[in-house]
Structure formats: C-alpha cells, structure tokens
C-alpha cells in the first residue's frame, strides 16, 4: 500500500510540474524565450525582490509580475549592463586572531588543540567557499531604457545560464556592444 501511495503521489507531482509548464508556454506563446527573474531594484513602480518572468518578444522585453506587465521596447534601451560579482554580495569576514600561546597562562587550550580547532575552521571555510562556486550562480542585469523623455532603470536578477542565452539576443535587438 506505501509503495502504491508513493507511487500516486509522484505521478500527480509530474502531472502538476508539466501542467504548470504547459500553462507558462501557452501564456507567453508567442515570445522568443521566458525565464524566471526577480526584481531586485529599480525606478518604476513594483515591489521589491518579487519573483516574476522576463519574456523576450520580436520587438520587446517585458517582466510580468503578477498582474504588472512592464515593457521595455527594444528601440527604447539605451544600456544594458550585468555583473554578478559574489564579493559584493557577500560580507566580508574578519581574520582568525590566534593570541600569543606562549603568554598564555589561564589555563585555555594547548597549542595542539588550538590547532585542531583552527584547521577544522579553516576546513570548513574551504568547503563554504566550495559549496559557493560550485552552487547556482546568478547575474544581475540593469536595463535602463528611455519612456515618454524620462530615463527609467530596471534591475534584475537572472540565472547566468539564462543569462548567456538571452545577452546575444538582447545585443542585436538593442544594437549596444
């Protein structure tokens, strides 16, 4: 009975994911490419660090957030730039300060034991460092664009996978190098 129940649950989870992917297709049909992206900062009017999708069309680039659609023409884009520069998202962490151990004479750690204790930190720093190259990057892309005479800019935060599929495209539609 488990096996029959975990294996119903697995197939109304892939009957969702694929009803949900069908629906994302038949919503943005007649675009290029959509991605999902979150606004991270910018000058028009939508809240902040909210996830939507940035679809690309033949003569626009739009981010839909819930029920705001934002477009971007092409012929209006005056800059596109990107960056995904990990130092300044991260904070910065002090140094590891070992004492003197030889004026040391409160009865703390020996020297071998703050040894230990010293490496298993600089271990684990390595394999956080690690597990941080190795995990999903992001780049974050501004696009400010040119509406009704005012400069607007948009900020937003994209996989770089995604990224690298949608640069070139974006280079040719707007003609900025």
């Known amino acids: ?59 626009s680039l739009q981010f839909n957030y819930k029920d705001i659609t934002l477009d971007m023409p092409y012929r209006k884009i005056i800059d596109i730039r990107h960056d995904k520069d990990l130092a300044k998202v991260l904070p910065k962490i002090p140094s590891i300060n070992p004492g003197h151990y030889e004026e040391q004479d409160w009865g703390g750690p020996g020297f071998l034991e703050s040894l230990l204790y010293y490496g298993i930190a600089i271990l684990v720093a390595i394999l956080v460092i690690l597990l ?16 009704d005479g005012e400069s607007e800019w948009c900020t937003f935060k994209i996989k770089t996978d ?15 190098e």
């Open 132 to 147: 941080l190259k190795w995990s999903e990057s992001y780049t974050y892309l501004t696009i400010a664009y040119d509406i």
């Open 162 to 176: 995604d990224f690298n599929k949608i640069y070139p495209i974006l280079n040719k539609k707007t003609d900025l």
């Open 1 to 59: 009975m488990r096996k029959f129940i975990a294996f119903f649950l697995i197939i109304v989870f892939l009957a969702h994911l694929n009803c949900a992917q069908a629906v994302l297709k038949s919503r943005y049909k007649g675009s290029l490419f959509f991605f999902a992206a979150k606004y991270i900062q910018g000058s028009v009017n939508i809240p902040l660090k909210k996830n939507g999708y940035l679809v690309i069309y033949d003569e």
